[in-house]
Structure formats: C-alpha cells, structure tokens
C-alpha cells in the first residue's frame, strides 16, 4: 500500500495544489491539478493553483508556454495523481509504476534485481542494474535511456553505473501527481525524451501539518513494510515555506527454493530496504520577482541475496547503499500579460556503494566494492511573451538558453580504464503557439484550431543535435477533438559505453564469412582466418535519432456528462540505435562491415594494440600458439600480428533501427449513483509492434518474451463513496507471452490478472468528537485473490519479473492527522 493518504482530502491542506475531496466524493477521480477539468488530454484550462504560473513549478504538458488551455496541446498526455497511487495497493513508487500501461521497467526494476542470469534483451542497464535493483522509467516498451525522467520540470541526477533517475527514493507521501507525455518531445526537454517524458511532481502545501503512518503485511511470507512520514507548511502574503521528513522501511518478501537446472536457488524477490529523506523549499515574492529554493537529501541502504541451499559457498549477499541531496532555484520575473523571464539553477550529486560477499551466512567473504558518484548542473534562461494578437488569441512564443554538466567518478576499475568521465551541454530552444481558430468565431465544424511549433538545438561536445516539433489539435466541436505530432528527438550514448568498459583485444582463429579464397591460411579450417576482435566501449559513438509520429481522438459527448474518451496511435522509429555486436554477427553480417577491416595493414592492427585504453591482450585456439593472456601490446608475437587477416569491431555501434508503435486507449467517467459519487477509470496499451534490426537486414521482434514486453497492458479503477466513506477496486491485467529464450522449446506463458481492494473512512465526517476531527483511515488489500505469476520453467525466480513482477497479497493500513 501506497500514498494511502491521497485518497482523502485536507482541510488544513487547503493550499496545497489540487487537494483531491475527502472519502466518499469523487472530485478529481485522484487526478489532482493538472486533470480536475479534464480536457481531451487530460489538463485543465487552467492550472489549479496561481504559484504554478509564477515560477514555482513547471507542469509537464507538452509546451514550455505557462498557462496554455488545454485546447492548445496537441500531445497525448497521461496523468496519475496521489489517489491513484493509494488505490493501488503498492508499496512503492517503483512498484506502482508498472501498474501504468505506458510504462514498463524491462531493463531497470528493483524486482528481482539480485538474479544476476536474467538478462533482457531491451539494454545493458539490467547489466548493472542487478545488485543496487534501482527503478526507472521506460515508456513504449523501449529501454530506460529512451525516457527523460523529471522531477518538478527539472533533470535529475543520475545513480550508478545505470546512468538514469531512480524513482526508487522518491516517497509516495511526497508525490501529488506523475504527468506524463507519451511522444517526443527534445524539442521541449531536451535530449533522452524519445519515447516520451515522465514528471514528478511533488507536493508544496502552505498551511498547516500533516502527519501520517502506513504498515502493511505479506500474508504469504509475513514480509512487512512500513512508512512514517510529517509534511509541513506556512505561508505569509508573499511567500510559503514547506518541509517533509520520512523513513520508510521493508523486510524482504523470499519464498521457498526453487529447482533451476537442477540446482535450487532462493532470491530475495523483494529485498531488504530502509530509505530516509527530507525535503524542504521557500518561496518569496518581491514585486514582480519571485525567488524559490528548493533541497533534498535522502539515504537508500538495500540487501539482496542470492541463495544455493546445497551449495553454500555459491552464496551472495549484495549491499548496496545511496546517499544524494539536491537544490534547485528558480527567480521569475512576471510582467504585463504572458510576459515573463526565468532563471533555473539546480544542482544534484549521488553517491551510490555496491558490495558483494560471498559464503554461507553471515556472508562473510568480501569480493568486490564500488563507489560512484553522479553529479548533475544545470543553469537555464528562458522567457515568453506575446508576440502577436490574432482574431483567435494572441501568438505567444517562449525560448532560451541552458548549459548542462554532467559527470561520472568511479573507482570500479573493472568497469573503467579511466575513472569516468564529464558531459557538457549547450542548447538553445523556442517555441511559438499559434491560435488559428477559437470559440468566438463561430466557424462551423471547427470549435478551435492551434497549431504550435518547437525546436532546440544542443551542442553535447562529441557531438551536436536539432529537434524539431510541430503540433495540431483540431476542437471540431463541444463533443470531438482530433490532435497530432511530429517531433524528431535525439538520446545520447551513455559513459558505460562511450569510455565505461575498458578495451579488450582479442586474437581467434574463427569462421570470417568475407575471406577471399585466395587469402585462405593453410594452417587453419578451410573459411576460417585470424580475427582480431576489439571489446569494450567506443568513444566513437554519436547520438541516436528519432522519429515520432502521433495522431488521436478525444471524446467528451455532451449527451454523458462526466465521460471523457481518448484514444490514439504512436510510431517511434530510431536510427543510430545503440548495440553491441555478438562476436558471430560480427564476422557474418554484412551491414556490420562498415565497422570491420578486412586485410588489415600493419599500421591498422598496430593503433588498435597499442590503443592506451586496451587493458589486456589474449589468444584463443591459435595454432603453433599456446592460449595466452598479455600484460601488455610489447610481449604479443610478431608473427600472430603478421597473420591478421580481419580486424571485428564489437564494441557498441550506432547500427540498430528500432521501431515500434501501438495505441492508446483512456476511459474515464464521473457521476452519481446510488446516492454517492461513482467514478471509473480504464486505461490501456497495446504494442502492435516492437522490432529492432541492422540496416539491411531483417527485423527481429523484441515483443512478447521473456524480458520483453507484453502487448497488452490494461488498469482500471471503479470507486463508490458517500458520506465520508469510499472503496473500490483497481484490477490490473498483463497479457500472455511466449518464453522465447534461445535455445528451449517456445512455450506460451498465461496472462496475469491481479486485483485489489480499498476502503476510505474520514473520520472527521462520522464523528464530531475533536480527537477525529481532520483523521483519516484507509485498508488496502493488494492482490487480494493471491494470484500468483504464469510459471517459466528454468527462470532464476520461476517466472519473468519484468512482466509479471511478485505482488505478493499483502494488508495494510494507513493512518493521518492534520492539524491546521
């Protein structure tokens, strides 16, 4: 259970932006600011509270223009507030995540992390990802580096070796909404916001306290959770300040041993986990100037284990702690009508350990330790104004500068050569909304019509990229809107591949598909040669490109007030994709020769071994040549460089296409019935295709197996409430797919079905004893039928986590009292 508090309102919380009704009153359906008035996507005409259009907070709506009505956005946007969070019945941000249809966390999740064989075909950010078992976003089914991850409109530090935000350390208290924008959008964000971008934003209440208190228990296994928390604020005329401390804490959810290839193992589905955070901001007003400040700091300490009943020095625990805090500053500058002018600093610095032991327990055999340190700066100066007035509305066009820096330090000298590395961005971006048709017109069949416009350019330093964007969004009338984009978005290779894994250089004698007949050494395999292969990362890498199509429809007929539909189709096909070649493709692929030398000359074989990033030289299966592993390029034979006929480059390349495209479908419905306030919510993705493949060559799937994602997702809400009572039910639905893992007979794996159930009590409505006054409670039971995943035969957990993730049923309860 989950930001259990969402679900019931806060008179003393008043002025915090978008407080959703107490139990037993629909409002909002839990979709607090941005949807209260829900438009054909979702955001308000509005925003619902004035200190989001003075600086203090940047929404997420797919435009940098504060304050557009939703009648002007023409990208699909999707939004999930605090309630939504509760109802749900998970323990967690990165729990609840992939209960979102858009999202899956294929190649970053904190389930099941510790099973270091799972791997996923989406990305290498499982590689580093099994021991610290952060989570991150990944929209469209696409891996985590193809989605930009705010927090307040703002980047976020990244965490380790995985070079992206976690939500792992985020409190569910702390959130007010998740907004989130399905298509590219560079052209707003910047770079890595390809599939789309998800934004945190959090709560600033102004008045009074709030104190809450959360438990919640497995009733397979007994593992528990739970969470204490105290969110403040004050206000004066001109200016508020809040702060909000926290701990939440989690045994680990492990089940009996299961037989894999003969072997039991056990894992920690859910491991060990206790996090701490305060967070706390001010903002002043002075004339036309506001100035807020905005600070974090948390601490994540995380155990896992890795267990062989029968083999107990094959035993792993992994220990892995992170500490990080941030600040963020912004001084706005209001002036007459939609002129204003912002200055945004913010700082982020992580540090992340890992440590692995080995051995029966207490585990008391150290093998490795790393530390990172990710740190990120960001300076930005940007401005709007109108600039002109049309018969529909005014053109208003926003634009500005940013400097970005971001580095990388590790002491994890099997990963690196070099001890990291630094990043530095420059862009520039605009934006222009033009309103071609409005209401007031009376223009038949056209209610309203905008068209807007974006780009941005960024210097990354390796390397540069433009993204343009350009947007429709046709009101036919009260009833319909049509709405489109085109958007080219750019992501950018991360350190691990660029200057993370030191080079290799490798001598094998092996089949070369591309060798000439004359060029046949007699000492070996009649097409075989002496290949020499480069490993590691590649310096060498660009940025990748995307294209993003969307187009949808938004129903809101007036013959069923309360009832919004929407619905959409997306595309997304990049180019540049970064891959790692295997050794085989590397020597029989023909689109993977622009990588490759054949017929070396003595200068070519000479730069790559004396490269200064090569950490080592080996031999493999060479004849008149023992197997043999060089400490450096001077003690490698001179006649092995003589016989090098091929040089195989598999170090990452920007080769891979990879395409997919789906649709979107959301439901939601207010009304009255039986007395009370019903409201339902439905939303839902389906993959119609997932591929990725060399230019030239045919496209391999990467949908519906194992570590893949499904091609239906679907989540739904169905809630009642009256007289300061509410409860519902949230069903959440993963379709079947095929455990395709090379080498096993294809077997269909069943869909997975899970549903819970909540009930809301405000106490102060029931009662009118003081002690009650402003309390709430609230049950959840998540899973409450005990579903258990679809079974895969010889997987390192029984089934596939990134699927079909261990919700076990757990009972929890939540308790809060406000005081005003």
Same mark, same amino acid.
């Given at each position: 259970?989950?930001?259990?508090?969402?679900?019931?309102?806060s008179?003393?919380?008043?002025?915090?932006?978008?407080?959703?009704?107490?139990?037993?009153?629909?409002?909002?359906?839990?979709?607090?600011?941005v /949807?209260?008035?829900?438009?054909?996507?979702?955001?308000?005409?509005?925003?619902?509270? =004035?200190?989001?259009?003075?600086?203090?907070?940047?929404?997420?709506?797919?435009?940098?223009?504060?304050?557009?009505?939703?009648?002007?956005?023409?990208?699909?946007?999707?939004?999930?507030?605090?309630?939504?969070?509760?109802?749900?019945?998970?323990?967690?941000?990165?729990?609840?995540?992939?209960?979102?249809?858009?999202?899956?966390?294929?190649?970053?999740?904190d389930?099941?992390?510790?099973?270091?064989?799972?791997?996923?075909?989406?990305?290498?950010?499982?590689?580093?990802?099994?021991?610290?078992?952060?989570?991150?976003?990944?929209?469209r089914?696409l891996?985590?580096?193809?989605?930009?991850?705010?927090?307040?409109?703002?980047?976020?530090?990244s965490?380790?070796?995985?070079?992206? =935000?976690?939500?792992?350390?985020?409190?569910?208290?702390?959130?007010?909404r998740?907004?989130i924008?399905?298509d590219?959008?560079?052209?707003?964000?910047?770079?890595?916001?390809?599939?789309?971008?998800?934004?945190?934003?959090?709560?600033?209440?102004?008045?009074?306290?709030?104190?809450?208190?959360?438990g919640?228990?497995?009733?397979?296994?007994?593992?528990?959770?739970?969470?204490?928390?105290?969110?403040?604020?004050?206000?004066?005329?001109s200016?508020?300040?809040?702060?909000?401390?926290?701990?939440?804490?989690?045994?680990?959810?492990?089940?009996? =041993? @299961?037989?894999?290839?003969?072997?039991?193992?056990?894992?920690?589905?859910?491991?060990e986990?206790?996090?701490?955070?305060?967070?706390?901001?001010?903002?002043?007003?002075?004339?036309?100037?506001?100035?807020?400040?905005? *600070?974090?700091?948390?601490?994540?300490d995380?155990?896992?284990?890795?267990?062989?009943?029968?083999?107990l020095?094959?035993?792993?625990? $992994?220990?892995?702690?992170?500490?990080?805090?941030?600040?963020?500053?912004?001084?706005?500058?209001?002036?007459?009508?939609?002129?204003?002018?912002?200055?945004?600093?913010?700082?982020?610095?992580n540090?992340?350990?890992?440590?692995?032991?080995s051995?029966?327990?207490? $585990?008391?055999?150290?093998?490795?330790?790393?530390?990172?340190?990710?740190?990120?700066? /960001?300076?930005?100066?940007?401005?709007?104004?109108?600039?002109?007035?049309?018969?529909?509305?005014?053109?208003?066009?926003?634009?500005?500068?940013?400097?970005?820096?971001?580095?990388l330090r590790?002491?994890?000298? @099997?990963?690196?050569?070099?001890?990291?590395?630094?990043?530095r961005?420059?862009?520039?971006?605009?934006?222009?909304?033009?309103p071609?048709?409005?209401?007031?017109?009376?223009?038949?069949?056209?209610?309203?019509?905008?068209?807007?416009?974006?780009?941005?350019?960024?210097?990354?330093?390796?390397?540069?990229?433009?993204?343009?964007?350009?947007?429709?969004r046709?009101?036919?009338?009260?009833?319909?809107?049509?709405?489109?984009?085109?958007?080219?978005?750019?992501?950018?290779?991360?350190?691990?591949d660029?200057?993370?894994?030191?080079?290799?250089?490798?001598?094998?004698?092996?089949?070369?598909?591309?060798?000439?007949?004359?060029?046949?050494?007699?000492?070996?395999?009649?097409?075989?040669?002496?290949?020499?292969?480069?490993?590691? /990362?590649?310096?060498?890498?660009?940025t990748?490109?995307?294209?993003?199509?969307t187009?949808? @429809?938004?129903?809101?007929?007036?013959?069923?007030?309360?009832?919004?539909?929407?619905?959409?189709?997306?595309?997304?096909?990049?180019?540049?994709?970064?891959?790692?070649?295997?050794?085989?493709?590397?020597?029989?692929?023909?689109?993977?020769?622009?990588?490759? @030398? &054949?017929?070396?000359?003595?200068?070519?074989?000479?730069?790559v071994?004396?490269?200064?990033?090569?950490?080592?030289w080996?031999?493999?299966?060479?004849?008149?040549?023992?197997?043999?592993?060089?400490?450096?390029?001077?003690?490698?034979?001179?006649?092995?460089?003589?016989?090098?006929?091929?040089?195989?480059?598999?170090?990452?390349?920007?080769?891979?296409?990879?395409?997919?495209?789906?649709?979107?479908l &959301?439901?939601?419905?207010?009304?009255?019935?039986?007395?009370?306030?019903?409201?339902?919510? *439905?939303?839902?993705?389906?993959?119609?295709?997932?591929?990725?493949?060399?230019?030239?060559?045919?496209?391999?799937?990467?949908?519906?197996?194992?570590?893949?994602?499904?091609?239906?997702?679907?989540?739904?809400?169905l809630?009642?409430?009256?007289?300061?009572?509410?409860?519902?039910?949230?069903?959440?639905?993963?379709?079947?797919?095929?455990?395709?893992?090379?080498?096993?007979?294809?077997?269909?794996?069943g869909a997975?079905?899970?549903?819970?159930?909540?009930l809301?009590?405000?106490?102060?409505?029931?009662?009118?004893?003081?002690?009650?006054?402003?309390?709430?409670?609230?049950?959840?039971?998540?899973?409450l039928?005990?579903?258990?995943?679809?079974?895969?035969?010889?997987a390192?957990l029984g089934?596939?986590?990134?699927?079909?993730?261990?919700?076990?049923?757990?009972?929890?309860?939540?308790?809060?009292?406000?005081?005003?």
């Open positions: 259970m989950a930001g259990v508090l969402a679900g019931i309102g008179p003393a919380m008043a002025q915090d932006a978008g407080s959703v009704p107490a139990a037993g009153s629909v409002g909002g359906e839990g979709r607090e600011g /949807a209260q008035d829900r438009g054909g996507d979702g955001e308000p005409a509005q925003p619902a509270d =004035p200190a989001e259009t003075t600086g203090n907070d940047i929404l997420v709506t797919g435009s940098l223009i504060r304050g557009l009505p939703r009648e002007y956005v023409a990208s699909p946007v999707f939004t999930y507030g605090k309630a939504d969070l509760a109802r749900s019945g998970a323990s967690s941000v990165s729990e609840y995540m992939l209960t979102i249809p858009q999202n899956f966390t294929g190649d970053l999740s389930f099941g992390s510790s099973a270091s064989s799972i791997g996923t075909g989406l990305g290498s950010g499982t590689t580093y990802n099994q021991y610290d078992g952060f989570a991150g976003f990944a929209l089914g891996a985590s580096d193809a989605t930009l991850t705010l927090l307040n409109g703002r980047r976020m530090a965490v380790g070796m995985i070079e992206a =935000p976690t939500v792992s350390v985020i409190p569910s208290a702390l959130i007010e998740i907004d924008i399905s590219g959008a560079s052209a707003t964000y910047g770079a890595d916001a390809v599939a789309g971008v998800v934004n945190i934003v959090t709560r600033k209440p102004k008045d009074g306290i709030e104190l809450r208190a959360r919640a228990t497995a009733t397979q296994t007994g593992s528990k959770n739970w969470e204490a928390s105290a969110l403040a604020g004050h206000s004066w005329g200016g508020s300040v809040y702060a909000m401390a926290m701990v939440q804490k989690r045994s680990p959810y492990i089940e009996d =041993p @299961i037989l894999v290839s003969g072997t039991r193992l056990q894992i920690t589905q859910l491991p986990e206790q996090i701490s955070g305060f967070y706390a901001g001010i903002r002043q007003e002075v004339g036309n100037v506001t100035v807020s400040v905005d *600070a974090s700091r948390f601490q994540r995380r155990d896992a284990l890795r267990n062989y009943p029968d083999l020095s094959f035993n792993r625990l $992994y220990r892995a702690r992170t500490i990080g805090h941030s600040v963020n500053g912004n001084v706005h500058w209001q002036g007459e009508g939609e002129t204003s002018v912002d200055l945004n600093i913010d700082y982020g610095h540090r992340s350990s890992s440590h692995l032991f051995g029966p327990p207490p $585990y008391t055999v150290p093998r490795t330790r790393y530390t990172y340190r990710n740190s990120l700066f /960001a300076a930005e100066l940007s401005g709007q104004t109108r600039l002109a007035s049309l018969p529909a509305g005014p053109v208003i066009v926003a634009g500005g500068v940013q400097y970005r820096e971001e580095a590790t002491d994890a000298k @099997i990963f690196f050569n070099l001890n990291g590395g630094t990043r961005t420059k862009s520039v971006f605009g934006e222009v909304n033009v071609l048709v409005a209401p007031e017109q009376d223009i038949p069949l056209v209610r309203s019509l905008t068209l807007s416009a974006a780009s941005r350019y960024e210097d990354l330093g390796f390397d540069h990229a433009f993204a343009p964007k350009v947007g429709m046709w009101q036919v009338d009260r009833s319909i809107a049509l709405r489109g984009t085109w958007a080219r978005s750019f992501l950018t290779p991360r350190f691990r660029t200057i993370g894994i030191a080079e290799q250089v490798s001598f094998w004698n092996y089949p070369y598909a591309f060798l000439k007949p004359g060029d046949q050494n007699a000492a070996l395999p009649a097409g075989n040669a002496i290949v020499m292969f480069r490993s590691g /990362a590649n310096p060498d890498l660009r990748q490109k995307a294209d993003t199509v187009a949808g @429809i938004d129903l809101t007929p007036v013959m069923i007030p309360g009832l919004t539909v929407k619905a959409g189709y997306y595309r997304i096909r990049i180019t540049g994709r970064i891959v790692t070649p295997s050794q085989d493709d590397s020597v029989t692929s023909p689109a993977l020769q622009v990588f490759n @030398i &054949d017929s070396p000359s003595a200068a070519q074989i000479e730069r071994v004396r490269n200064p990033t090569v950490s080592r080996f031999t493999a299966d060479i004849p008149s040549l023992e197997d043999a592993l060089y400490s450096s390029y001077s003690q490698i034979p001179a006649t092995l460089l003589a016989q090098v006929q091929a040089i195989a480059d598999i170090r990452p390349q920007n080769f891979g296409i990879e395409t997919t495209d789906g649709i979107d &959301d439901l939601n419905y207010r009304g009255r019935m039986l007395g009370g306030d019903v409201s339902l919510h *439905a939303t839902g993705q389906y993959i119609l295709g997932l591929t990725l493949k060399a230019p030239g060559g045919a496209a391999v799937s990467r949908l519906d197996g194992y570590a893949q994602p499904s091609d239906l997702r679907l989540n739904g809400t809630m009642w409430g009256r007289g300061g009572v509410s409860g519902g039910t949230v069903v959440n639905y993963v379709d079947g797919f095929t455990d395709n893992r090379p080498g096993r007979t294809p077997r269909r794996v997975f079905t899970t549903v819970s159930a909540f809301g009590v405000d106490l102060g409505r029931l009662s009118s004893a003081p002690a009650f006054r402003n309390s709430e409670v609230q049950l959840v039971v998540a899973n039928f005990n579903q258990r995943p679809s079974q895969v035969v010889d390192v089934y596939d986590p990134y699927n079909n993730p261990t919700t076990p049923r757990s009972i929890g309860v939540m308790l809060s009292k406000r005081f005003e």
